[in-house]
């Protein structure tokens, strides 16, 4: 570590405001001077510094056995970290692009998910990487991967949607003895409406604890990633319009899920919405609509509604995109309905 910490990763220190990527960034960072074990691999995020820039500076910093280039082979590089977990280092994988996850199923589902049942031992990586769509980056740079791993035991799935819960979000990945699959909506890196000013301490936030985003007595709205923004505009619509107030949980972990604060929540306001980004058969709608179903469904005072992307590939055309992507107006609309119900 010939090299002085990178400028851009001490805006924390110097009480400026950091985008949802600049915390993601302060969180490896972070993570990697706490802890000799915790080590970075990926395509192109060392001379490079990441597609995105999330690791930029890292190379110059730590050097090239703890920030790793790799060849474009997901199953290839993802298969080593799990020898090198194995071996008691921790590595945290970057996919380029999350879409790109698929070739490394194998070894992520079948060897790394099931390392612990077996009696492996822990496998504490991080596969960590954009997803979403809104950026017309067609159907190979906009999926989101949540779905695709939330049916295999062992794994931990998180989905931030502010800076503050992405830097302490990473830091407890990172710290988890388990699997993590940790998205990062693309849409979010830098949106200037995120910035925050971060706290200079150290921090997490544990995973499988959802929060509140806004309390309301009518109407839970259930949601996560890029769709906590859009809900909160269609919640605040829905005040200004309707007089109906809507309850937002952000469930930042979808495995763990916090069950508990959905069901307290419903109890309350007798009516839900479940709203994602993900498509819409097999999303993770349907999963907590069964789960209600069988724990509080004499609280419902309404159908379970959920807002989503419609069943297709994500289109090249922004038009297309425009309308295959859930919009606040889907949102406002869907809560009305609930609202008279």
Do not use: C
């Amino acid at each position: 570590m010939n090299h002085p910490a990178p400028k851009h990763l001490k805006k924390t220190a110097r009480g400026e405001p950091v985008t949802l990527l600049e915390a993601v960034s302060e969180g490896l960072f972070e993570e990697m001077v706490r802890d000799d074990s915790v080590f970075l691999m990926g395509e192109d995020i060392g001379v490079y510094g990441g597609a995105f820039k999330v690791t930029r500076g890292f190379l110059d910093y730590f050097g090239d056995l703890r920030v790793i280039d790799t060849p474009i082979a997901e199953g290839g590089f993802t298969g080593a970290a799990a020898g090198a977990a194995h071996m008691g280092l921790r590595p945290v994988v970057e996919m380029q692009f999350m879409d790109f996850i698929s070739p490394a199923y194998d070894v992520l589902t079948n060897y790394i998910a099931t390392s612990l049942y077996r009696g492996a031992g822990p496998m504490p990586i991080v596969v960590r990487g954009p997803v979403g769509g809104g950026n017309r980056g067609g159907p190979f740079h906009s999926q989101n991967v949540e779905m695709a791993f939330f049916h295999t035991p062992g794994f931990k799935i998180v989905y931030p949607s502010t800076a503050y819960d992405a830097k302490g979000l990473i830091k407890a990945a990172i710290r988890d003895d388990n699997p993590v699959i940790f998205e990062e909506h693309k849409a979010l890196y830098r949106a200037p409406t995120l910035r925050e000013v971060l706290p200079d301490e150290d921090y997490v936030v544990p995973l499988g604890k959802a929060r509140t985003v806004r309390e309301g007595s009518d109407l839970t709205l259930v949601t996560y990633g890029a769709m906590v923004h859009k809900s909160v505009e269609a919640a605040r619509k829905l005040d200004q319009e309707d007089g109906v107030g809507v309850e937002i949980i952000d469930l930042r972990t979808l495995l763990p899920l916090d069950e508990d604060a959905i069901v307290e929540s419903l109890k309350r306001t007798g009516r839900i919405l479940i709203v994602h980004e993900d498509t819409r058969t097999g999303g993770i709608a349907g999963e907590i609509a069964i789960r209600l179903n069988e724990r509080a469904f004499e609280w419902l005072d309404a159908p379970i509604l959920r807002v989503t992307a419609i069943d297709s590939p994500v289109p090249y055309a922004g038009s297309l995109e425009d309308y295959f992507l859930p919009q606040v107006e889907d949102i406002v609309t869907a809560g009305r309905y609930l609202a008279a119900y």
